[in-house]
């Protein structure tokens, strides 16, 4: 163990000395507390005596930890809960530096890891959320804990289903199928004239650096309150980014590869469909990821603007305004898993499509 | 020589996007006539006057409130809202802009500092690496925008309001394209560099200051160019929720609420002039920062 | 008397560029026959890739006369009268090596049943038989090369034009192309030509060698090789592959390449 990972051993067991203090005279109530105080503080022994010393056990401490703590806040909490809270968390991050330093694992275990700590990481975030709003007492208004926040969530399907269609389904979605198709066959069109490129890939690139999402207003004011401005807001956000990167991806290929096919004197399609358009993969798939953010984005900030009384940001809002923070959690989540999912999936095409790209290839390789 | 490149920049960069651009005007102009007609005509029948098409064009290039506001429209708008009245005054663009881009610059040189803390220590800290980094990745997909409204609100619970609560948003925003970008600059260096620190038995600060840390300027300057982009987007969706009393978005926002398509385009206007002159203005830096560094173009 | 299928006449081009023309060829006159093996030697900007690009069509000569096959390069880049093998292997990494070796075949309109029987043809010409299914970068430098050779085979083209094809592989692997080189000539007796930077090779390889230099570039000696067609590698070792290469680079040093 280095210093830094003797310090948080040390600090760790500190904690846990005052937690049990605390709690020894409250053993009868709470003797789950009051056994892990203990176990925690024999954690003490190992700073001296190197026992013990494998970040699993670290872990399991924690986890334990974590599952008896969350038993005990919904009581109000006993003295020796925060220093115990404390105690803990340094021994889960304790787990997490042994174990990411750690240099003789089998191959299988270091790809559960790499798996493993991301999510108990989250979990741990997840946790001290909880705890820390419900212990503290902190009022809804301002922070409602994750199971409040599921509760609203499990109770509000059917609104959040029907913003979900009216955000990711009708706007967002058709605006983006629009504005990267478009955009995609407009590169194509112009890929012929080097002058028409010249002008526009500056400007596009302009283009996408403004806050087009200002233009939702004058799109409610063409297309009406419904989704169709919605719509609109995120062609215009789409169509850019796509351009320009299928118009640079459609320039970048050698010249080996172009005089290659100019000595078997291919037409122009035949050297766009066999040679430009796959290099141009890369590119084109790159946009079409950061559009699938842009498009969510435009669809819910174009609805701060004004909607019909369904929508993900025209619900954020109103409950925002009538401090159902709860309410707004959930939605938020509903956007979080959609544009994760959404990110995923042309991420998971992407990776068929460009296998052979250097990026996607180390497993690939021989 | 000179005047050759000077001949070429011309041919090549100058004379396409001035082409695009009068392009761009004369479909505008076009589209002008053509959306706001409906209106005029109606118009014209209502006040029962006779019309030509010429008088068409002149009368749908400059009402009040148009569809679509022709380009000198907005520009009269513009200056008169610059030039015509007291900087201090509620009126004033420049008033407003001032506002936007005093929490966007504040949110994003906040973003900057904590995203290179952010990515400093995942690449210094394996535990913190392991931890954060799918995160932070994951968050770039999350349409995290869509939180403002509630910081907003919540801090105004807390007595933060005006500035602050909007320079954290754009902080927020701009600080995950800084993390992402200054990681991977920061873990560009070649592994033959690496190696060759380590022949001298580099301590790891050494390593850090004398190689990661140069190599990483390219990937910094590219990402900040994103987050100040975000940063303005952020400043602006901030002003939003609070019924928007000053700044760019609340220019938006009232001029959507009244029908006044022309404030809503030169607030747009100005937005996009901030916008472009601040990434030029860090392109020019990144420039010439990278040129004494000895990066080629 | 074979015929002449490439035939260049006091071929002339100037590369204009920003800081001043550039004389890539000088009144450059050489006739090429069927079936040969030329070799072109030289430094760096000696013309000897211009030359090569010349014939192919992918140059445009600013003055003389230039024909391949009987009419002009371009002519002959339409009637796809040439293979062409790069430095860079150039394969697609999106195809496989057998999608790769068909591709002209698939610009130039052949037969759906006719390709794969010349596809593995040629891949067992350069040996490369098995290796259908596998990925461009999952094959080694020389193997990629093998397969670009392959491709310049595929279609019925009677000129072979290749530009230092071996360059960028180690001297063992190069020694064994070379040989399989050799081999293909003769089995498809096909006209090549072959730019190089090495004089063994050159030397090993060529019915012909033309010898250039720079500034500007032309041909400076032009030698007809007197080895025997059959020649195992260790032919390199024998006095007259070393008097050949004497010529050879006397050649070079009289048109100043080694200054």
């Not at chain 1, 967002?172 to 407009?186: H, R």
């Not at chain 2, 600080?175 to 600059?185: E, L, S, W």
């Not at chain 2, 029908?259 to 010439?288: C, E, H, P, Y």
């Amino acid at each position: 163990m280095n210093k830094f990972q003797k310090a948080q051993q040390v600090i760790a067991s500190i904690m846990a000395l005052l937690a049990l203090q605390s709690s020894i005279f409250y053993a009868f109530n709470y003797p789950a507390l009051f056994f892990i105080s203990l176990i925690a503080t024999i954690g003490v022994i190992r700073i001296f005596y190197d026992y013990l010393n494998s970040g699993l056990f670290d872990f399991l401490l924690s986890i334990i930890g974590m599952t008896i703590l969350m038993i005990h806040v919904y009581d109000s909490p006993p003295n020796g809960f925060w220093p115990l809270l404390i105690s803990i968390w340094l021994y889960g991050w304790l787990a997490v530096e042994k174990i990411t330093h750690e240099k003789n694992i089998a191959p299988f275990f270091r790809k559960l890891f790499f798996i493993a700590v991301p999510i108990f990481f989250g979990a741990w975030i997840l946790f001290a959320w909880e705890v820390i709003t419900i212990g503290l007492n902190i009022p809804m208004v301002i922070l409602p804990s994750p199971s409040l926040i599921s509760i609203q969530f499990v109770n509000s399907l059917e609104t959040l289903w029907a913003d979900f269609v009216q955000t990711f389904v009708r706007a967002a979605l058709t605006g983006y199928l629009i504005g990267c198709g478009s955009a995609f066959i407009i590169a194509i069109l112009i890929d012929k004239s080097l002058f028409l490129r010249r002008g526009l890939l500056p400007i596009g690139n302009f283009i996408s650096a403004i806050p087009i999402v200002g233009i939702a207003p004058i799109m409610i004011m063409w297309f009406g309150f419904d989704w169709q401005s919605k719509a609109a807001v995120v062609v215009i956000m789409t169509f850019f980014p796509m351009l320009v990167n299928t118009v640079t991806g459609l320039s970048v290929n050698n010249p080996i590869d172009r005089d290659l096919l100019k000595t078997y004197a291919s037409s122009y399609t035949q050297s766009l469909i066999l040679m430009r358009l796959p290099a141009a993969a890369p590119f084109i798939f790159n946009a079409l990821k950061i559009n699938s953010t842009l498009a969510l984005i435009g669809a819910i900030i174009a609805e701060f603007f004004g909607s019909p009384t369904v929508g993900l940001g025209f619900r954020i809002s109103v409950e925002v305004g009538r401090l159902n923070l709860d309410m707004v959690w959930a939605e938020i989540v509903v956007a979080a898993i959609v544009g994760s999912a959404s990110y995923g999936v042309i991420s998971f095409i992407e990776k068929k499509v460009t296998f052979w790209h250097p990026s996607n290839r180390s497993t690939l390789e021989k | 020589m000179s005047e050759n490149t000077f001949i070429n920049y011309f041919k090549n960069s100058f004379l396409p996007i001035l082409s695009i651009i009068i392009i761009i005007f004369a479909v505008w102009y076009i589209f002008t006539v053509y959306l706001n007609s409906s209106i005029q005509i109606d118009s014209y029948e209502r006040q029962k006057i006779d019309w030509d098409f010429s008088d068409l064009v002149r009368d749908t290039m400059s009402q009040k409130k148009p569809l679509l506001p022709a380009p000198h429209q907005i520009v009269s708008e513009m200056w008169k809202t610059i030039f015509m009245i007291k900087i201090t005054s509620k009126k004033s663009l420049i008033f407003h802009s001032y506002i936007t881009l005093s929490s966007t610059l504040l949110g994003f040189t906040i973003g900057t500092i904590l995203g290179i803390i952010l990515a400093v220590s995942i690449v210094e800290n394996k535990a913190m690496d392991a931890s954060l980094m799918p995160w932070i990745i994951a968050s770039q997909t999350i349409p995290i925008l869509a939180i403002a409204p509630m910081i907003i609100i919540i801090l105004n619970a807390f007595g933060l309001s005006g500035l602050l609560p909007k320079a954290l948003i754009s902080t927020y925003l701009s600080f995950f394209p800084i993390a992402v970008g200054m990681v991977k600059g920061l873990r560009s260096p070649e592994l033959s560099y690496l190696d060759l620190m380590h022949t001298y038995n580099s301590s790891r600060l050494n390593i850090f200051w004398k190689l990661r840390l140069p190599s990483s300027v390219p990937y910094l300057f590219a990402s900040m160019k994103v987050a100040i982009a975000i940063s303005l987007v952020g400043a602006i969706v901030g002003e939003l929720p609070t019924g928007a009393v000053a700044g760019l978005g609340a220019r938006l926002l009232t001029g959507s609420y009244f029908g006044l398509t022309i404030q809503i385009w030169s607030a747009l206007v100005m937005a996009a002039i901030l916008a472009g002159t601040l990434i030029f203005i860090l392109n020019f830096i990144s420039r010439i920062t990278l040129k004494r560094m000895g990066v080629q173009e | 008397m074979k015929n002449s299928i490439i035939s260049a006449e006091k071929l002339n081009l100037i590369f204009e560029t920003a800081d001043d023309d550039v004389v890539a060829l000088k009144d450059v006159s050489l006739n090429i026959d069927e079936g040969e093996f030329v070799s072109f030697i030289g430094p760096s900007g000696c013309g000897k890739t211009t030359f090569l690009r010349a014939i192919a069509s992918l140059e445009k000569p600013t003055s003389g006369n230039l024909t391949v096959n009987g009419s002009s390069p371009e002519d002959a880049r339409k009637n796809r009268a040439y293979g062409y093998v790069f430095q860079a292997a150039g394969l697609y990494p999106w195809r496989n090596i057998y999608r790769n070796v068909s591709l002209p075949l698939e610009i130039m309109g052949y037969k759906k049943n006719e390709i794969p029987g010349i596809v593995e043809k040629v891949l067992k010409l350069v040996d490369l038989t098995g290796f259908e299914k596998k990925f461009p970068w999952q094959l080694s430098g020389g193997m990629q090369q093998r397969a670009s050779i392959a491709r310049a085979l595929s279609f019925d083209a009677d000129i072979l034009l290749m530009d230092e094809p071996f360059g960028a592989l180690d001297e063992i692997v190069r020694d064994h192309l070379n040989e399989q080189l050799l081999q293909l000539w003769k089995t498809t007796n096909k006209t090549i030509c072959f730019v190089t930077h090495s004089i063994p090779e050159a030397v090993y390889l060529s019915t012909k060698i033309v010898v250039m230099s720079p500034r500007p570039g032309r041909i400076v000696d032009v030698i007809e090789n007197t080895l025997p067609t059959d020649r195992p590698l260790e032919i390199r070792d024998s006095k007259e592959f070393i008097s050949v290469s004497q010529r050879v680079r006397e050649g070079l040093r009289s048109g100043h390449s080694y200054e």
